[in-house]
T-cell receptor
């Protein structure tokens, strides 16, 4: 269980174009999904938190008009990189958090998709 | 600012030895703690979660949590070359749907 898919796995595009990345939770419902970016040999950087049916919450320094996030259902979130530039080239990874409880204490675990490697020429 | 600290390594251990990975966090309110493994060029994979003081064992992995000292560790017994990866510590500060804060990761190298 707890499988998350991402599509596409790799994309190469020209500067100025837009790229849409899909993140799906395959065997559970995810009220919350997260989008991360990771540059080579660097740590994960959280870009935004996506909640089903509401606007995403963006981290400081992340342009919401450039990185459009839509979480239309409990199993699908999309990230659109608009007007992509070479500096947007990175490894984009989504994660999904199913809600579980242990006794009366809630906790969450994030399960990651396989990632999308974006190269902007 | 809530922080999660890890030694970047690399930590080199011989095959068959115990690898010990450590993580400290800054906020005493923390509730949930996670260890992820990330192979080069791949996304992180959840290997352990722990939220009570003490030890939690799963196969060759043992997570240890000490909330009083604000550290969490991961022990890997009988280390194998396939365990060579970067191990990320993550801390959830408020439970529920809240985001986690990741450490920068410790690179583990298991020498055959």
């Amino acid at each position: 269980g707890a499988v998350v898919s991402q599509h596409p796995s790799r994309v190469i595009c020209k500067s100025g174009t837009s790229v849409k990345i899909e993140c799906r939770s395959l065997d559970f419902q995810a009220t919350t999904m997260f989008w991360y970016r990771q540059f080579p040999k660097k740590s994960l950087m959280l870009m935004a938190t996506s909640n089903e049916g509401s606007k995403a919450t963006y981290e400081q320094g992340v342009e919401k008009d450039k990185f459009l996030i839509n979480h239309a259902s409990l199993t699908l979130s999309t990230l659109t990189v608009t007007s992509a530039h070479p500096e947007d080239s990175s490894f984009y990874i989504c994660s999904a958090a199913p809600r579980r409880t242990s006794g009366r204490r809630p906790y969450n675990e994030q399960f990651f998709g396989p990632g999308t490697r974006l190269t902007v020429l | 600012q809530k922080e999660v600290e890890q030694n970047s390594g690399p930590l080199s251990v011989p095959e068959g030895a115990i690898a010990s990975l450590n993580c400290t966090y800054s906020d005493r309110v923390s509730q949930s703690f996670f260890w992820y493994r990330q192979y080069s060029g791949k996304s992180p994979e959840l290997i352990m979660s722990i939220y009570s003081n003490g030890d939690k064992e799963d196969g060759r992995f043992t997570a240890q949590l000490n909330k009083a000292s604000q550290y969490v560790s991961l022990l890997i017994r009988d280390s194998q070359p396939s365990d060579s990866a970067t191990y990320l510590c993550a801390v959830n500060y408020s439970g529920g749907y809240q985001k986690v804060t990741f450490g920068t990761g410790t690179k583990l190298q298991v020498i055959p």
